[in-house]
């Protein structure tokens, strides 16, 4: 059980490293008339599949892997992972060279430049040249974050306690915890007797081990939560307490603020652990330095002033995801049950009249009306006709509609460019030719 909730975190603990290495990539979609069908480059490789085989060939069509695995993933940070068969991984790097081979059971992409493998029922580490760092010998272990990782052993036949190791696998912090966290911005939170704490790299306590639960340390700071009362304090990342034990939970935090919970209401804290910009039902972390917030059943947007953008007057009935964000400038609001968008200085630019709508991207925002989805562009001129079952967002130039129960994948001039067998192309063609024409008349006034 120990080892299980051990790896589920670290899993966590993965895919947030993957999304933030997928953000990195530069990746495109082309659409190849060879095969009818769309193909996904990132930093110029591209995945390819012959006789239900796969390798990878470069943006210029050069072969770089022939197609001999049985699985790939995409590149991430210019390594990607590859399988032989179902059961064994290798590692491949952005040369098409084989750094390890399809001999592991599992492979984690490299932080700080080692790579995490398991090797049977062992765990152990390598290099990105594929050199043998440390000998697979751990029965769990961390990836390396500030040159450490955590690895568990066995204390008895039934419990596993967990220490640091180097880059050298020597325990560095003795195996004499419940549980431990990897290290960040030099601080660990680590687990013995059902309490949590806090150590440096010496393994000296920031933080007592007495603790119901810690946070782990962000932005110098780490909130923990009595165990009598239950209740939240945000410390500094010297064991400094900075609030009292008031609040009931921390929300989420962006760009210098988080959002707490206290009592029945949510509200603002700067580092210094001031409340700010006054008290909600509900209140998003700021991106992009505005935040959506909820007072009632009323919904606004303020700025990092705490000045009200968009007045408490608007709705959110409708529960979008992409509500009182800002994507490509404007930000997707609801009023008398209606949707339109707004800009950052709170004026409706498209008119607040759609059924449901999406954020825009690429230019455009799917939206709903009596006739169907379609894409509006920020003039709020229909663009993709209203035709369309529900549509996605565009991404990477490529969005997803439905016409008649079928999903296709389409681009932004309206061509499909994945499943298009019965895709009613003359249909959308003709219907886009009529929307340019209308649109150029509008401009020139007629």
């Known amino acids: ?94 040369q098409g060279k084989e750094i390890l081979p399809c001999v592991f059971q599992e492979i984690v992409y490299p932080t700080e430049g ?14 990105t040249t594929g050199r043998e760092m440390i000998t697979p010998q751990w029965l769990s272990a961390s990836s390396f974050f500030e040159g450490r990782a955590v690895v568990s052993v066995l204390r008895d036949s039934l419990t596993f306690v967990y220490g640091f190791i180097d880059t050298t696998g020597r325990m560095v912090l003795p195996a004499v915890y419940e549980y431990a966290f990897p290290f960040k911005e030099g601080r660990a939170v680590v687990k013995r007797y059902d309490r949590m704490g806090l150590i440096d790299t010496n393994g000296k306590e920031v933080l007592p081990i007495k603790y119901a639960y810690l946070s782990g340390m962000y932005m110098g700071r780490i909130f923990a939560r009595d165990e009598e009362s239950g209740l939240i304090a945000m410390f500094d990342g010297k064991g400094r307490q900075i ?82 964000r800002f994507h490509d400038g404007l930000a997707l609001v609801e009023k008398d049950g209606k949707v339109g968008f707004i800009n950052k200085k709170g004026k409706v630019v498209v008119p607040i009249q759609y059924k449901s709508a999406f954020r825009f991207s690429d230019g455009l925002a799917p939206v709903s009306t009596n006739m169907g989805w379609g894409y509006i562009d920020q003039g709020n001129n229909e663009v993709i006709p209203f035709m369309f079952g529900p549509c996605s967002p565009f991404e990477y130039g490529r969005a997803s509609v439905v016409y008649e129960n079928e999903t296709y ?38």
């Open 114 to 127: 080692i790579i995490k493998v398991r090797k049977g029922d062992f765990f152990g580490y390598y290099d």
């Open 1 to 94: 059980m120990r080892r299980t909730w051990m790896l589920l975190c670290y899993t966590i603990l993965f895919i947030f490293t993957l999304q933030a290495q997928e953000k990195k990539q530069n990746k495109k979609y082309v659409d190849d008339e060879a095969c009818g069908c769309e193909l996904v480059f990132i930093d110029g490789i591209q995945t390819t599949h012959r006789n239900g085989l796969f390798g990878f060939k470069r943006e210029d069509g050069t072969e770089l892997v022939p197609p001999k695995y049985k699985f790939v993933d995409e590149f991430h940070d210019g390594f990607c992972l590859v399988l032989d068969d179902y059961e064994k991984v290798g590692l491949i790097n952005k």
């Open 243 to 324: 609030t009292s034990f008031v609040y009931n939970d921390v929300i989420s935090y962006g760009e210098g603020y988080y959002v707490v919970q206290r009592d029945s209401v949510q509200t603002y804290l700067d580092m210094k652990g001031r409340e700010r910009f006054g008290k909600y039902q509900n209140a998003s972390s700021f991106m992009d330095g505005y935040a959506s917030v909820q007072r009632g059943d009323r919904c606004g947007i303020i700025n990092k002033r705490g000045k009200f953008v968009l007045p408490l007057e608007y709705e959110n009935q409708k529960m979008l995801p992409d509500a009182y």
């Open 409 to 446: 994948h389409i681009n932004a001039s309206g061509q499909c460019v994945k499943n298009c067998k019965t895709y009613p192309t003359t249909l959308v063609q003709r219907k886009m030719a009529q929307l340019a024409v209308q649109r150029h008349n509008k401009k020139e006034g007629r």
